[in-house]
C-alpha cells in the first residue's frame, strides 16, 4: 500500500484550561490529543491526502484514546508500536489573551514514544510513502529519537520519498545550538525544510527580510524546496530558483494558536503531491489562519471551507 505522507513522532494527551482560566485553580480540565507529525497527518487527510501516521503507544486507555482520535481524522494508525507497561506522554496547556502569554507545562519524560527505536517502526510503511514527514521536536525526545531520526530519513531517501524537515524547535527540550547540529543535519539530508522565521534566527543565527533568509537557508541547507512562515504575514517559498510570498488573513483572529504551524505543513505537503509548493505555500496559510479559530491541536475543517477562504467568500455568519 502507497501513502502520500507518512509522519513519525510522539503524540500526546493534552490536557488544557482556556483563556481566562489558571491551571492551578481550574474547577476541570479539558483532554485532547496532540502531537506535531499527527497534527500534520490528520490536517492532510482532511484535505484528501491518503496518510499514515507511526509511534510507540501505550497500551492502555490512554494510548488507546490517541490513536482513535488520531484515526477519526481518517489517518492509518494501524501501524503503531504498541508497549506493555509504557506511559503516555502529557502536556499541560494555559491558554491566554495578551500581554500574558500561552503557558505550557510538559509531563513527557520516559514516555513510549521517547523509547521508540528501529525496531518500533513499520520501515515498509516509511518507504511506501510518497512524502516522509519529520520535525525536529522527534529527535530531542531522546538519544534512540535522534538515531531513529536519521535512520528514517535516510530508508525513505533511499526508497524514493521525498523527504520533509520542520524545524520546530522547543527550547524546553534542549539548546539551540544542540538543535542547530542536529536538525541541521537532517535537513541537509531533506527536499523540504520548513521553518519559522524566530528559529531561523534563534537556531541557526539568519535573520534579514523574508528573501535573504530563503538565500542564507538555501544555503545552509541545499533544499528543493524552502518554507519560511512568518505568522500574521503569511508564508515565503523557494523552489528552483524562484520565490515568493502568500500573504496571511489580517482578520484572522486567535482563540488558539497551537497547532497552526502543523495546519500550515500539511497544506505545503499537500500541494508538493501536485508538485506545487506556491499552491501549497497558500493552502497553507489558509489552513493555519482556520486552525486558530478551533480548540485544540488539529484542524478539523473540510476541504470546501478552506476553498471557500481562499477564494475570498469567508463570511462571520455562514447561513
Known amino acids: 500500500m502507497t501513502y502520500?505522507?507518512?509522519?513519525?513522532?510522539?503524540?500526546?494527551?493534552?490536557?488544557?484550561?482556556?483563556a481566562g482560566e489558571r491551571l492551578e485553580d481550574a474547577p476541570s480540565i479539558k483532554v485532547s490529543v496532540a502531537g506535531a507529525e499527527a497534527n500534520v497527518a490528520m490536517a492532510a487527510a482532511r484535505m484528501g491526502a491518503r496518510t499514515a501516521?507511526?509511534?510507540s503507544l501505550p497500551?492502555?486507555?490512554?494510548?488507546?484514546?490517541?490513536?482513535?482520535?488520531?484515526?477519526?481524522h481518517g489517518v492509518d494508525v494501524g501501524h503503531v508500536d504498541w508497549v506493555d507497561g509504557a506511559r503516555m506522554g502529557t502536556y499541560y496547556v494555559e491558554l491566554?489573551?495578551?500581554?500574558?502569554?500561552?503557558?505550557?507545562?510538559?509531563?513527557?519524560?520516559?514516555?513510549?514514544?521517547?523509547?521508540?527505536?528501529?525496531?518500533?517502526?513499520?520501515?515498509?510503511?516509511?518507504?511506501?510513502?510518497?512524502?516522509?514527514?519529520?520535525?525536529?521536536?522527534?529527535?530531542?525526545?531522546?538519544?534512540?529519537?535522534?538515531?531513529?531520526s536519521e535512520e528514517i530519513v535516510t530508508r525513505a531517501r533511499a526508497a524514493?520519498?521525498?523527504?520533509?524537515?520542520?524545524?520546530?524547535?522547543?527550547?524546553?527540550?534542549?539548546?539551540p545550538a544542540?538543535?542547530?547540529?542536529?536538525?541541521?543535519?537532517l535537513c541537509r539530508d531533506a527536499d523540504v525544510v520548513i521553518i519559522t522565521r524566530e528559529d531561523a534566527?534563534?537556531?541557526?543565527?539568519?535573520?534579514?527580510?523574508?528573501?535573504?533568509?530563503?538565500?542564507?537557508?538555501?544555503?545552509?541547507?541545499?533544499?528543493?524546496?524552502?518554507?519560511?512562515?512568518?505568522?500574521?504575514?503569511?508564508?515565503?517559498?523557494?523552489?528552483g530558483g524562484e520565490t515568493g510570498h502568500c500573504p496571511g488573513y489580517a482578520h484572522a483572529e486567535t482563540i488558539d494558536r497551537i497547532g497552526a504551524g502543523d495546519s500550515m505543513a500539511a497544506g505545503v505537503l499537500v500541494?508538493?503531491?501536485?508538485?506545487?509548493?506556491?499552491?501549497?505555500?497558500?493552502?497553507?496559510?489558509?489552513?493555519?489562519?482556520?486552525?486558530?479559530?478551533?480548540?485544540?491541536?488539529?484542524?478539523?475543517?473540510?476541504p470546501e471551507e478552506v476553498e471557500r477562504l481562499m477564494s475570498g467568500h469567508g463570511r462571520e455568519v455562514s447561513r
Open 271 to 302: 500541494g508538493l503531491l501536485d508538485d506545487d509548493l506556491e499552491h501549497g505555500t497558500a493552502l497553507g496559510v489558509a489552513m493555519s489562519a482556520l486552525k486558530l479559530g478551533i480548540y485544540g491541536d488539529q484542524l478539523s475543517v473540510t
Open 178 to 185: 544542540e538543535c542547530r547540529a542536529v536538525v541541521g543535519a
Open 53 to 55: 501516521w507511526l509511534s
Open 4 to 18: 502520500d505522507i507518512v509522519g513519525v513522532g510522539e503524540a500526546m494527551l493534552r490536557l488544557w484550561v482556556p
Open 160 to 175: 524514493g520519498a521525498i523527504v520533509s524537515i520542520d524545524v520546530n524547535y522547543r527550547r524546553m527540550l534542549w539548546e
Open 201 to 239: 534566527r534563534d537556531v541557526f543565527g539568519i535573520e534579514g527580510e523574508p528573501a535573504e533568509v530563503l538565500g542564507a537557508l538555501g544555503s545552509e541547507f541545499g533544499a528543493d524546496h524552502l518554507i519560511l512562515t512568518a505568522g500574521s504575514d503569511g508564508g515565503y517559498w523557494a523552489t
Open 96 to 148: 491566554s489573551v495578551p500581554p500574558r502569554p500561552i503557558t505550557v507545562v510538559y509531563d513527557r519524560a520516559g514516555s513510549a514514544a521517547a523509547a521508540m527505536t528501529s525496531d518500533s517502526i513499520a520501515w515498509p510503511v516509511v518507504e511506501s510513502a510518497r512524502i516522509l514527514h519529520l520535525t525536529g521536536i522527534t529527535p530531542a525526545l531522546s538519544d534512540t529519537c535522534r538515531d531513529l
Open 59 to 72: 497500551a492502555n486507555p490512554l494510548g488507546r484514546r490517541a490513536a482513535r482520535d488520531i484515526a477519526s
